[in-house]
């Protein structure tokens, strides 16, 4: 496994050793104790599964209140995305920073995005499929979005016209939210 730091604090790219040969591959796309080696501690608790038909669909920019936040581990699949976190904890010295990276069935790459951070993905191919790795439980009643084109966080989607839900077609600007994270260093 291959642990890449990226210009965030505490968000990491991560790729799997992949094995393959004539029959197909094989990779781990997830280890507690390979992770903990490379100083990371996370405890997963919940495994989501999305799936997007049209390339140009976006999903975003969500995130969990207080207490419900939650720590991610996100990868493509099948298909690929441009995959967005906006760090958002109040005091960090990349507060409203984002990162985009591709993620992909045939990159095998993952983010791993820590609590406090705003998340969302836009297709760049049809048939996506996108999976989650939580560390708390989906709070609905903590449940929030911040509007995918806020310029105030200035995220270049590579898009004007999204496919959007009507949550986040609807969602609040950044300066409407209840947005309460603060950094800790890990």
Same mark, same amino acid.
């Given at each position: ?109 993952? &983010?791993?995005?820590?609590? !406090?951070?705003?998340?969302?993905? +836009?297709?760049?191919? /049809?048939?996506?499929?996108? $999976?989650?790795? =939580? ?17 105030? &966080?200035?995220?270049?989607? !590579?898009?004007?016209?999204?496919? +959007?839900?009507?949550? /986040?077609?609807?969602?609040? $600007?950044?300066? =409407? ?10």
């Amino acid at each position: 496994m291959n642990v890449i730091e990226t210009e965030i604090p505490d968000l990491y790219i991560i790729e799997p050793k992949v094995f393959g040969d004539q029959r197909g591959w094989f990779f781990e796309s997830w280890s507690e104790r390979k992770m903990e080696e490379a100083g990371l501690y996370y405890h997963f608790v919940q495994d989501n599964h999305s799936f997007s038909a049209a390339k140009g669909t976006l999903r975003g920019l969500h995130f969990q209140k207080g207490e419900a936040a939650q720590a991610k581990l996100v990868r493509c699949s099948r298909g690929a995305v441009l995959d967005v976190a906006v760090d958002m904890r109040k005091g960090s010295p990349t507060y409203k920073k984002w990162i985009s990276v591709e993620l992909s069935a045939d990159n095998f790459r993952q &983010l791993l995005i820590p609590r !406090g951070f705003l998340h969302g993905f +836009l297709t760049l191919t /049809d048939d996506v499929e996108f $999976l989650y790795k =939580g560390d708390n439980f989906y709070n609905a009643k903590e449940d929030r979005s911040i509007l995918w084109n806020d310029p105030e &966080l200035g995220v270049d989607w !590579g898009i004007t016209n999204p496919n +959007l839900s009507e949550k /986040d077609a609807n969602a609040p $600007l950044l300066c =409407g939210s209840d947005i309460d994270f603060v950094y800790h260093k890990l």
